[in-house]
């Protein structure tokens, strides 16, 4: 199995930037990919950014150019550097494993980003 442990989030004011990490423990020779969800009140969870275990990445319309996604491999760790960040982009922000042959699915605990406009 995967466990993955977030954290970074916070209250920041539109047009700042927060940093997420997402630490990945277990199996991990097995994750097929890796990506930061996102869900607002009232909202379904959606995705955010990707990067598969080949290192491409993708991004949702709404973020792209502002958030970028890379990962540390030495640390096992993926990050989401969110910039020119905007109160829609207010939701809680999960991480998220593809893993195994069957493409199980991991998912951290979950980490509040609040931007205040």
């Known amino acids: 199995q995967v466990q993955l442990v977030e954290s970074g989030g916070g209250l920041v004011q539109a047009g700042g930037s927060l940093r997420l990490s997402c630490a990945a423990s277990?199996?991990?020779?097995?994750?097929?990919?890796m990506g930061w969800y996102r869900q607002a009140p009232g909202k379904q969870r959606e995705l955010v950014a990707g990067?598969?275990?080949?290192?491409?990445?993708n991004y949702a319309v709404s973020v792209k150019g502002r958030f970028t996604i890379s990962r540390d491999n030495a640390k096992n760790t993926v990050y989401l550097q969110m910039n020119s960040l905007k109160p829609e982009d207010t939701a809680v922000y999960y991480c998220n494993a593809d893993w195994g042959q069957m493409g199980y699915d991991s998912w951290g605990q979950g980490t509040q980003v609040t931007v205040s406009s």
């Open positions: 990067i598969t275990s080949g290192g491409t990445t």
């Open positions: 277990g199996s991990i020779f097995s994750i097929n990919a």
